[in-house]
């Protein structure tokens, strides 16, 4: 997973952060609905959470990975933990046009933009940028493309505060032995 992080925040500790899933329209669910996530390492797949779920909870086959975007709680949780830090950030390109004419990044075989990301830009409802750092060393992130988590590498505190959060669902990162897997939302 350290592969989603700046070289020069892989010292930290981080941590995997869950995005809910989905039915219907707005109805969110957190992993830990269907799993006991202090039973989980950080290599959970959403398709392992659906096989362990449904004998006893099989509505569990209704939800929807999420795709990257944020829920009211998760961006509540980060710009809580992360105060009024301004991270540099890379965005998928994607679909497009107008955004080729810019600079970009290639990451994993996909162009990305940079930008700045302040706390007040995690709108709820956009994706997360799948890249964000501070020139600091203090925090970093990195997913897939439309994940249905992030990892994010912080100073102790800030992993204690989002780990704590009952917010949402996070699970400690082995480094070395846990894998990201490929986003079910994608």
């Known amino acids: 997973m350290s592969d989603l992080i700046p070289e020069h925040?892989?010292?930290l500790p981080m941590l995997r952060v869950f995005l809910p899933v989905c039915r219907e329209i707005d109805e969110l669910a957190r992993w830990s609905v269907f799993v006991s996530l202090d039973d989980e390492t950080a290599s959970l797949e959403w398709s392992a959470v659906v096989e362990q779920a449904r004998e006893d909870r099989p509505w569990v086959q209704e939800y929807a990975p999420a795709t990257g975007e944020l829920d009211a709680e998760t961006q509540g949780a980060l710009?809580?933990?992360m105060g009024s830090i301004n991270l540099s950030?890379?965005?998928w390109i994607g679909y497009r046009v107008g955004l080729r004419t810019r600079k970009t990044v290639r990451v994993f075989g996909d162009?990305?933009?940079?930008s700045t990301v302040r706390p007040s830009d995690l709108e709820i409802g956009r994706r997360i940028p799948e890249f964000a750092w501070d020139?600091?060393?203090r925090v970093a992130w990195g997913a897939r493309l439309y994940g249905d988590s992030f990892v994010i590498a912080a100073e102790p505190d800030v992993v204690q505060r989002l780990h704590c959060d009952p917010r949402i669902d996070t699970v400690p990162v082995r480094v070395g032995f846990d894998v990201m897997p490929r986003s079910a939302g994608d």
């Not at 162009?111 to 940079?114: A, R, V």
């Open 135 to 137: 020139e600091g060393g």
């Open 111 to 114: 162009d990305y933009y940079p």
């Open 9 to 11: 925040h892989q010292h």
């Open 79 to 81: 710009v809580d933990a």
């Open 89 to 91: 950030s890379l965005r």
